[in-house]
Nanobody
Framework: EKQLVESGGGLVQAGGSLRLSCAAS????????IGWFRQAPGKEREGVSCFRSIDGNTYYADSVKGRFTISTDNAKNTVYLQINSLKLEDTAIYYCAATYGNSCATMRYGLPFDYYGQGTQVTVSS
């Protein structure tokens, strides 16, 4: 069974930093693009970052460029999202996801991924 389990969310002041983690089981990253999505209350789910380790294909949404960094530790089968300079509008549930055999163009074009985790809440306070 393929699973994704996020952790690392919490309450942070604006301007602060967080590192989200997503541990994958039941598959390895070799044939997958791994992404982070977020969904704020009353808003649609937004793809914020994606990475495919086999070729380094990477995507960041314009809203997070320069502040978010995605990385993977293939030995631990874990993907990370480093979030710096947090803004109030970053408040959302953050989900990691995986898509088999596709590039990060899947996120760029708003297409669904194959597997999603349960999410971790990030709340930014003023």
């Amino acid at each position: 069974e393929k699973q994704l389990v996020e952790s690392g969310g919490g309450l942070v002041q604006a301007g602060g930093s967080l590192r989200l983690s997503c541990a994958a089981s039941g598959f390895t990253f070799d044939d997958y693009a791994i992404g982070w999505f977020r969904q704020a209350p009353g808003k649609e789910r937004e793809g914020v970052s994606c990475f495919r380790s086999i070729d380094g294909n990477t995507y960041y949404a314009d809203s997070v460029k320069g502040r978010f960094t995605i990385s993977t530790d293939n030995a631990k089968n874990t993907v990370y999202l480093q979030i710096n300079s947090l803004k109030l509008e970053d408040t959302a549930i953050y989900y990691c996801a995986a898509t088999y055999g596709n590039s990060c163009a899947t996120m760029r074009y708003g297409l669904p991924f194959d597997y999603y985790g349960q999410g971790t809440q990030v709340t930014v306070s003023s």
